[in-house]
């Protein structure tokens, strides 16, 4: 995979457009969603994007952010970081054919009327496997296939947005105040806005790490690691942030941004023609983060099975394509499984579970400026251990903040399955060494 593509593979990983973001507008508020939206690129991305950016040129290996924990701080460690990113991987990727039926049911009622998406989940499911066998087979036939693919899905998901941004800024910048017309919903306090939010904005920037795990199937990871990471950081900010704001300039109803509204948004922005545009782009969408979630997850099974944590068959390459085929069509049948989950019940579980990772791979950073300040880095944090301390506690700050909004709104019940998602880390461990110690003797 070359630089360019590895830059538009990461743009398709993390957003692949705000798809997914609208309900953010109807659930905190216009005005808190695009404050959210300005404000996290700064304390949930770039932390995370700035960790990759320093450490992917630095141990270009396959397995990414697992073989950085490992190397820091040991085995258990490098363990848990692959379990709970894998997990969130999981999650993560089966989110997105349900993205995907859901666009195309708003297509199909809209165009033809027909609603059998919306009233048989047998029918949901079955699209859902389609694009899930599909796209799984491609991502077996190769990487550089999945980063070719990449680069023409990135343009068809830009491109509308660029368009809906230029026709709707237009009207935002002569009357700005008009287009926020409230900053909370009426029937939700500060916090209980704040706290359905921020799951939806952070989920839609999460991911700048996956895709170290692939360091070894890409061209000068040195170089094109921080390129493509300074590229995605600002190009994803603004194909969430402008398009939000056009669109809040001519689409009013606030209980309209939901998920599957962008295609009535560009319509009441700029007529059918970019409706027309958007319903492809929102097609595209949900196949291109898709692919590219995929192709960074697969590899993290394919290191436990290379450390005897799981079966050494998932770490086989295809003889033809380079690929861990077996790992990838293993991850693609429980993508098929979680497929039949709500939108809502998988990015709950998905932001904290990353959360949890994310704050391995932050302590990584430190740790390793700590043990190997000689380490070759090809790309350096500059700033000093203020900007590193600043980089490990802003994303953790941010997870608490919404574990603890989300259990006052809601209750320990909403934590449940997230929890013990977490603690099933160290049972597993546990378990497999104890069958290791018995098998022994």
Same mark, same amino acid.
């Given at each position: 995979m070359t630089a360019g593509m590895l830059a538009m593979t990461v743009f398709c990983q993390v957003s692949?457009?705000?798809?997914?973001?609208?309900?953010?507008?109807?659930?905190?508020?216009?005005?808190?969603?695009?404050?959210?939206?300005?404000?996290?690129?700064?304390?949930? !991305?770039?932390?995370?994007?700035?960790?990759?950016?320093?450490?992917?040129?630095?141990?270009?290996?396959?397995?990414g952010y697992v073989m950085w924990v490992k190397r820091a701080m040991g085995p258990f460690w490098g363990f848990l970081n692959a379990w709970w990113t894998w997990i969130y991987a999981l999650v993560d990727a089966a989110i997105y054919p349900v993205l995907f039926t859901t666009y195309l049911a708003t297509l199909l009622k809209s165009s033809l009327g027909v609603t059998v998406l919306d009233t048989q989940p047998w029918a949901r499911w079955a699209v859902a496997m389609v694009m899930i066998v599909a796209f799984t087979f491609l991502n077996v036939r190769g990487t550089r296939l999945v980063g070719k693919t990449s680069v023409v899905m990135a343009w068809l998901i830009?491109?509308?947005?660029?368009?809906?941004?230029?026709?709707?800024?237009?009207?935002?910048?002569? &009357?700005?105040?008009?287009?926020?017309?409230?900053?909370?919903?009426?029937?939700?306090?500060?916090?209980?806005a704040?706290?359905?939010?921020?799951?939806?904005?952070?989920? &839609?920037?999460?991911?700048?790490?996956?895709?170290?795990?692939?360091?070894?199937?890409?061209?000068?990871?040195?170089?094109?690691?921080?390129?493509?990471?300074?590229?995605?950081?600002?190009?994803?900010?603004?194909?969430?942030?402008?398009?939000?704001?056009?669109?809040?300039?001519?689409?009013? &109803?606030?209980?309209?941004?939901?998920?599957?509204?962008?295609?009535?948004?560009?319509?009441?922005?700029?007529?059918?023609?970019?409706a027309a545009l958007m319903h492809v782009a929102a097609l595209v969408s949900p196949i291109a983060l898709f692919t590219g979630s995929l192709l960074g997850s697969s590899r993290v099974p394919l290191v436990l099975a290379e450390d005897g944590f799981l079966p050494?068959?998932?770490?086989?390459?295809?003889?033809?394509?380079?690929?861990?085929?077996?790992?990838?069509l293993v991850c693609g049948g429980v993508y098929a499984l979680l497929a039949t989950r709500s939108f809502k019940d998988l990015v709950e579980l998905n932001v904290v579970m990353y959360g949890a990772a994310l704050f391995l791979e932050s302590a990584t950073l430190l740790i390793l400026r700590k043990k190997e300040?000689?380490?070759?880095?090809?790309?350096?944090?500059?700033?000093?251990?203020?900007?590193?301390? !600043?980089?490990?506690?802003?994303?953790?700050?941010m997870v608490i903040l919404l574990f603890v909004l989300s259990i006052q709104e809601e209750g320990w019940e909403a934590q449940k399955l997230t929890l013990w998602a977490v603690i099933s880390g160290p049972l597993v461990y546990g378990l497999i060494h104890l069958y290791r110690r018995k098998a022994a003797s």
């Open positions: 692949g457009g705000p798809f997914g973001l609208e309900s953010a507008v109807k659930e905190a508020g216009p005005g808190m969603a695009i404050l959210l939206i300005a404000l996290l690129p700064i304390f949930w !991305a770039l932390p995370d994007a700035l960790t990759t950016a320093e450490l992917a040129p630095a141990l270009p290996m396959e397995g830009i491109a509308p947005f660029l368009l809906l941004s230029v026709v709707g800024l237009a009207k935002w910048f002569t &009357n700005p105040t008009a287009t926020i017309t409230s900053f909370t919903p009426a029937e939700k306090s500060v916090g209980g704040l706290s359905a939010g921020l799951s939806i904005v952070m989920w &839609n920037y999460l991911g700048w790490d996956a895709l170290s795990t692939i360091a070894e199937e890409v061209e000068e990871p040195q170089k094109s690691y921080p390129r493509a990471i300074f590229i995605g950081v600002p190009l994803v900010t603004a194909v969430y942030l402008l398009p939000t704001l056009a669109g809040l300039a001519h689409f009013k &109803n606030i209980d309209g941004w939901e998920e599957g509204a962008w295609p009535a948004i560009a319509q009441a922005s700029a007529g059918t023609w970019l050494k068959k998932m770490a086989e390459i295809h003889p033809k394509f380079g690929t861990p085929w077996i790992s990838i300040p000689d380490l070759h880095r090809p790309f350096k944090i500059p700033g000093g251990w203020p900007v590193l301390w !600043a980089i490990f506690l802003a994303p953790v700050a």
